[in-house]
């Protein structure tokens, strides 16, 4: 499955809600993801996407989910992080930092820096568990996109810098 991933995305995209909805080449509406990547200091928060999951199943992931039908993308990720992990965030005012475009999916990433409560596995059946990671340790995790190494030592070294 081709990706297309794109960083740093802060030109003229205001979010999905006046888009049209792109179509995946089976002619289906694209899913419309929104994911945040989780820093806290020298670590990342991923989540472990159960086993018995229909799409990436037994990998590690960001959390997040699709947009609802009229939602605007912030206003969805902060939904989602509430539902995965019980906490609560501002909806990001700027663009996300990341893109990633598949076959069947468009997700876009916030790089999240901030937020009310401790995170915590609420979502069992979406994921199987939750875990804070160092660079050092993310080299040896299954991944949900090859991409995410890269983005995730990058967003590492912004914060050494």
Known sequence: MP???????????DGWHNAPVSI???????ARIVTALLRDGNRVLLCHRSPR??????VWDLPGGHVE???????????????????DIAIPAGPPAHEVQGDTFDMQIWLVEAWMGS????APDEHDAIAWFTEDALGELSLAHDSYLAMFRNVLAEHRA
């Not at 605007?72 to 992990?85: C, H, I, K, V, Y």
């Not at 995170?119 to 609420?122: R, Y």
């Open 119 to 122: 995170p915590v596995n609420i």
């Open 24 to 30: 995946s080449a089976d002619g289906s509406p694209k």
């Open 53 to 58: 999951r229909r799409w990436y199943p037994d």
């Open 69 to 87: 039908p009229g939602e605007l993308p912030g206003a969805a990720l902060a939904r989602e992080l509430r539902e995965e992990l019980g906490i």
């Open 3 to 13: 990706v297309t991933v794109r960083q740093g995305t802060a030109s003229a995209r």
